[in-house]
């Protein structure tokens, strides 16, 4: 105890930072939960659409997607990078595998053959993104 009568957790170092000794801080948050979230709202658009059998649609919506997660990736590599080298092929590897994924929807709503796998591609794509973010989130934050 010091001579003022605090102790070791009421310290003018920490009364001034505002440090908490006696609890885990709060993580802070970055934007990429939002873009996280926004990508798998986006991803879990594309059964719907899919089902309803408008390829136009559907190809904008994919592409949109596709474009949006390619960015993220991007935006996200640094982080990536920064991981074990074995987790971050797994992250790569998953981030391209939801690109190919998404390739094949667009590609197979501009074509709108017969039959169509649209709805079986749109559901595969929606449940990959949203293993591939919750698996990113896992690896880069500790879950």
């Known amino acids: ?3 003022s009568g605090g102790d070791a957790y009421d310290t003018p170092v920490t009364r001034e930072k505002g440090i908490s000794m006696t ?7 970055g934007p990429e939960f ?20 408008d390829h136009s649609r559907l190809s904008d919506v994919a ?6 997660f390619v960015r993220h990736a991007e935006d996200e590599r640094f982080l990536v990078l920064r991981l074990p080298l074995f987790t971050a092929r797994l992250v790569e590897n998953g981030q391209q595998r939801v690109v190919d ?8 709503a501009d074509l ?13 794509v929606a449940s ?3 293993m591939q973010i919750v ?5 880069q934050f500790g879950g």
């Open 135 to 139: 698996s990113e989130e896992w690896d």
């Open 112 to 124: 709108a053959e017969q039959p169509c796998r649209c709805s079986e591609l749109a559901e595969e």
């Open 34 to 53: 939002s873009t996280h979230l926004r990508l798998i709202e986006m991803a879990r658009e594309l059964p719907p659409v899919a089902n309803k059998g």
């Open 1 to 3: 105890m010091e001579a």
């Open 101 to 108: 994924r998404l390739v094949s929807l667009v590609l197979e």
């Open 63 to 68: 592409s949109t997607l596709l474009e949006a």
């Open 23 to 29: 609890t885990d801080p709060v993580p802070e948050f």
């Open 128 to 130: 990959l993104i949203e």
